[in-house]
């Protein structure tokens, strides 16, 4: 795991999007897998910026983590309804090219046909995390097994209390949703994982230096030949090697520097 303990959480978010910048610049045709949450709202205004800016994403195919169970595509609160109102609808990528698991089917075929869809056009070459306060990515809530496959999910009362923010008192949140498993998101080629705060310093600490664990979801990702981990300072505190990963990031980019032609 590479781990980059930026100065601040504008920074990070800012390199998190350059690699997907930098993903789509080198390769226009490629399969990124997509997250949501409230931390990658400050990320896809850099996609869009960057697409004004003269990037296409004409060519490439996206595959989102997960949908709540129970919300269409219309639904305000539902997945798909933020990622047009963030990413989809700024940017020149079809409809037809982008993917999110049908909260309206069964759960079990919406799950099933996603997992295929994904084999069909994948591999995912780019995959983009966010980090839940319990350690789950996607909606692998603590106790996902760590080769699990895309399907439902029950959410965690942790999750619940974390997400109801986004809805309205007098609507009812779902209580479980289809996500990708751990073993669809390790398929993917990279990894770029985004945590801010200090309310997810626990959980970071536990998915870079806790035992790989169905306990912390997230810490699967250190079986992962290719994992970026960008933090802000405050997301880094509880980190027992600190030091050692500010040392060894600049290392990293000088090693970089010096490649610059
Ligand atoms: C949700 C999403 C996750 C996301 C997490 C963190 O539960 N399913 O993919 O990483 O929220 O969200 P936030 O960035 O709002 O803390």
Do not use: W
Not at 141 to 159: D, F, I, Q, V
Request: overall charge negative; some cysteine; glycine content about 8%.
């Amino acid at each position: 795991m590479r781990i980059v303990i930026c100065d601040s959480a504008q920074d990070a978010t800012a390199r998190t999007a350059a690699r997907l910048v930098t993903q789509v610049q080198a390769k226009p045709d490629s399969v990124l897998g997509l997250a949501t949450g409230g931390t990658m709202e400050a990320v896809y205004p850099h996609l869009v910026a960057a697409h004004r800016g003269g990037l296409s994403f004409a060519n490439v195919t996206s595959f989102n983590l997960d949908e709540y169970v129970g919300l269409g595509p219309d639904h305000p609160q539902s997945y798909a309804h933020y990622m047009r109102h963030h990413l989809f609808d700024h940017v020149d990528l079809a409809p037809s090219r982008y993917f999110l698991p049908d909260g309206l089917a069964p759960p079990k075929e919406a799950s099933d046909a996603y997992e295929d869809l994904i084999l069909a056009h994948g591999p995912i070459d780019l995959q983009l995390l966010g980090l839940g306060h319990n350690g789950h990515i996607g909606f692998n809530e603590p106790g996902s097994s760590l080769t699990s496959l895309t399907r439902e999910k029950a959410l965690s009362h942790k999750t619940i209390d974390a997400n109801s923010r986004f809805f309205s008192s007098d609507e009812a949140m779902p209580h479980s949703a289809v996500t990708m498993g751990i073993g669809t998101i390790s398929r993917g080629k990279s990894i770029v994982l985004l945590a801010l705060g200090d309310g997810k310093a626990q959980a970071v600490h536990a998915m870079v230096e806790g035992p790989v664990s169905a306990f912390c979801p997230a810490s699967a990702l250190q079986m992962h030949r290719d994992v970026t981990v960008f933090l802000d300072p405050d997301a880094a505190v509880q980190l027992e090697l600190r030091d050692h990963y500010l040392h060894a990031e600049t290392i990293q980019r000088r090693r970089e520097a010096e490649r610059q032609p």
